[in-house]
């Protein structure tokens, strides 16, 4: 028999592909769920107990949220990363950290292929399958979904042919929870005009009162939620998302172009990736230079997409990476904020490293740095070329 490896997360498409591979093509599958903070320790269970019966050879949970934050989650943060300026790129990062997991599992007992529940129309097929060549060159790569060109409709009624039990209206949606947030996509997300219904988000909206919230960042790391104090970020991450997500903080549409050329939309629930970026960006507005800034901007832009591509193994992302991580040294204080039902104020910040200091001066009331004598020289010279150009060029 094949041994083969199968990425799964015990949501439709890869209940399908076990299933299907196992009782099928009656190929040796052993199932592994790659946790990037998705799962409690209650749904872990259920997912092995449902992968035996399907007829998994075996089942394999491994723990990812510390390797999934150090390679790509801790980056996202200090290049404020929003994919058009809205998708914290929630699925894009934590699908990387996942196929990286399955090819070292792969590899670990010697597996004859590897398998994912991906369909034809997406990112994830290009993700999956560009860390699995690289990593596993030569293994066989099979995907069901893709290769059969399955509806979810479809792959409802094979599941109900062979009597399997779930929650068939809950799969109508395709919800892909980690700690760096949740993606929905539905029926409304294939067009263009529909928004999704607040029944298709996990977490509901339960908090009506105003909540005045304080991050604390430690070189760009979110180390500290209100009085709580972490060692490891990914704790403060979780810590956060259970204050700010019952306030429906988060919540939106990303459409963008995918990887494989057509226009993709999706909804997504991330209360604490949009509060942290919003205000580590803030943070960093103070305590950063202009040039600081700009170049931060323009590396980090690229790094976002190369990443939303499947690309980090690319080592011109270390090279970023580095660049990144140096620009954080200064980058600690408090950040304030208030949260709203479904939306936050960024109220300020307060940092040793502030270059806001009324030591040098007061934006548009005074100045102690220099005269206006300095300022008139200053302006001269500033501006010069361009009087010059205007000079020479006068009929224009």
Request: aromatic content about 10%; hydrophobic content about 40%.
């Amino acid at each position: 028999m094949k041994k083969v490896v199968l990425a799964y997360s015990g949501g439709l498409d890869t209940t399908y592909c076990l299933l299907y591979l196992s009782k099928i093509k009656h190929m040796e599958v052993h199932a592994v769920t790659v946790d990037t903070g998705g799962f409690s320790k209650e749904e872990i269970k259920d997912i092995e107990k449902r992968a035996m019966e399907l007829g998994a050879a075996s089942y394999e949970c491994v723990d990812a949220v510390d390797q999934y934050y150090e390679s790509c989650i801790r980056y996202l943060v200090f290049g404020n990363i929003l994919k058009n300026n809205t998708y914290p790129l929630s699925v894009s990062a934590e699908r990387i950290s996942q196929a990286m997991s399955i090819a070292a599992y792969a590899k670990k007992i010697s597996a004859d292929a590897v398998a994912h529940g991906s369909t034809g129309a997406g990112n994830d097929q290009v993700r999956f399958d560009m860390i699995f060549q690289i990593l596993l060159p030569g293994a066989e790569i099979i995907t069901p979904i893709r290769d059969l060109q399955l509806s979810r409709e479809a792959e409802i009624e094979f599941l109900k042919s062979h009597g399997v039990e779930m929650n068939f209206e809950k799969a109508k949606y395709s919800i892909n929870k980690g700690i760096w947030g949740t993606s929905v996509g539905g029926k409304e997300t294939l067009t263009s005009g529909q928004p999704l219904p607040d029944a298709a988000f996990p977490t509901p909206v339960s908090k009506e009162q105003p909540e005045d919230l304080t991050l604390h960042f430690e070189k760009g790391e979110l180390k500290g939620v209100n009085e709580e104090k972490f060692e490891k970020p990914a704790e403060a991450i979780r810590r956060l998302s259970a204050i700010a997500a019952p306030f429906g903080i988060g919540r939106d549409i990303h459409v963008g172009d995918t990887i494989i050329g057509i226009k993709g939309r999706v909804g997504f629930e991330a209360a604490a990736p949009v509060l942290i970026i919003k205000a580590h960006h803030t943070l960093e507005k103070h305590v950063l230079t202009k040039w600081q800034l700009y170049w931060k901007d323009q590396l980090a832009m690229w790094y976002g997409n190369w990443l939303h591509e499947g690309q980090l193994l690319d080592p011109t992302m270390r090279n970023i990476e580095k660049f990144l991580e140096d620009t954080q040294q200064n980058v600690t204080g408090k950040v304030f904020l208030t949260l709203h039902p479904h939306r936050f104020t960024v109220n300020g910040i307060e940092s040793a490293h502030d270059l806001m200091s009324a030591r040098f001066g007061s934006y548009g009331e005074m100045n102690k740095g220099w005269t206006a004598e300095d300022v008139k020289g200053f302006t001269k010279i500033f501006g010069n070329q361009t009087a010059i150009y205007y000079n020479v060029n006068e009929e224009n």
